[in-house]
C-alpha cells in the first residue's frame, strides 16, 4: 500500500535526523488505537505501544451553520453553549490571518499558553514554524478580537488565536494562543471553541479533531471521547529495560513532551 512506502519514507527521515542530533527517543502519537495494520507495521520496525490520554473528535457534522447544529444538540449542552459562548458572542470579532504583521503578539499569546500548561508537559516551538504556518495554504488561523466597546485597552490586539491545519474533511485545531487577563470575563477560551466550531462548519469540514485536555468544554460543545495511543522508539536498551518494568501488561505507559498545547 502507498500509505506504508510514504510512513517508510518518513522512518528513515526521522532515523537521520535521530543520528546526526544523537537523539535518544522518537515518539509518534495521536493513531487510532485499535488500527490493526498500523499495529504491525510500527511493531515491524521497532517501535512499541503507549496509552495516550483521550483526544476529542466531533464526528460527520452535516449541520449548514451552528445555528442548525445547536439544534441538533441535548438541552443541556445547548444550554452550556448559550452560556458561555453566546452571550458573550457579541463582545468578539473574528479575523482571518493572512499575514505576519502581528506575528510577534499572537506568539505571546501561544507563550501564555506554553506557560499555563500543568497538565500536560510541553516543550516550545519556534517562532519560525508559526510563520511558516501562516504562510501554508494548508493551515487555517484565525484570531479574535474584543470590539471597542468591550475592550479596555487603547490598541485592540487579538485576545485569543487558533492554528489549525486542515484537509477537504478534517478540521484539526493544533496550536492556540490566549490572554489569560480575559480568561474568566471574557470567556475567551470557551469563545475560541465555538469559534473553531463555527469556521469548521462554515469549511464544509465532516470531522473537528479537538484533541486532549479541557474534556468538559470540548464535550459542552458536543465532542466525543476516543482512544489514541502512541508509538516509541527507544535507542537504549537500558531505557527499554525500564519502560517494561512499567508496562500493565497489555501497553507501555510514559510520560512524554506535548508538541501540542491544548
Not at 535526523?17 to 499495529?39: C, G, P, S, T, Y
Not at 504556518?133 to 494548508?138: C, E, Q, W
Request: glycine share 2%.
Amino acid at each position: 500500500p502507498k500509505w506504508k512506502n510514504a510512513f517508510t519514507l518518513l522512518l528513515d527521515t526521522l532515523w537521520k535526523k535521530q543520528e546526526k542530533n544523537n537523539i535518544d527517543v522518537i515518539l509518534l502519537r495521536d493513531f487510532e488505537e485499535n488500527n490493526a495494520a498500523i499495529h504491525s507495521f510500527m511493531l515491524d520496525h521497532g517501535f512499541m505501544k503507549t496509552c495516550l490520554p483521550e483526544s476529542h473528535v466531533i464526528s460527520n457534522l452535516a449541520a449548514k451553520n451552528t445555528e442548525q447544529y445547536i439544534r441538533l444538540l441535548s438541552s443541556k449542552k445547548r444550554y452550556h453553549i448559550r452560556k458561555d459562548a453566546l452571550e458573550t458572542a457579541g463582545w468578539f470579532k473574528t479575523e482571518i490571518v493572512s499575514d505576519t504583521h502581528n506575528l510577534n503578539h499572537l506568539y505571546r499569546l501561544y507563550e501564555n499558553v506554553v506557560d499555563h500548561s500543568f497538565e500536560i508537559n510541553m516543550f516550545k516551538l519556534p517562532k519560525k514554524l508559526f510563520e511558516k504556518i501562516i504562510k501554508s495554504p494548508n493551515w487555517d488561523v484565525i484570531s479574535l478580537k474584543l470590539k471597542p466597546d468591550y475592550d479596555p485597552r487603547s490598541v485592540p490586539l487579538p485576545v485569543a488565536v487558533e492554528f489549525s491545519y486542515k484537509n477537504a474533511d478534517n478540521y484539526y485545531p493544533i496550536l492556540i494562543g490566549l490572554d489569560y487577563k480575559f480568561l474568566d470575563e471574557a470567556k475567551v477560551y470557551k469563545q475560541l471553541l465555538f469559534r473553531i466550531l463555527e469556521r469548521a462548519i462554515h469549511l464544509r469540514c465532516k470531522n473537528i479533531h479537538f484533541g486532549m485536555t479541557a474534556s468538559l468544554e470540548k464535550r459542552k460543545l458536543g465532542a466525543k471521547l476516543t482512544s489514541r495511543v502512541a508509538y516509541v522508539q527507544i535507542k537504549d536498551t537500558y531505557d527499554i529495560s525500564l519502560l517494561n518494568l512499567m508496562d500493565d501488561g497489555s501497553s507501555m505507559k510514559i510520560k512524554y513532551n506535548r508538541i501540542i498545547p491544548h
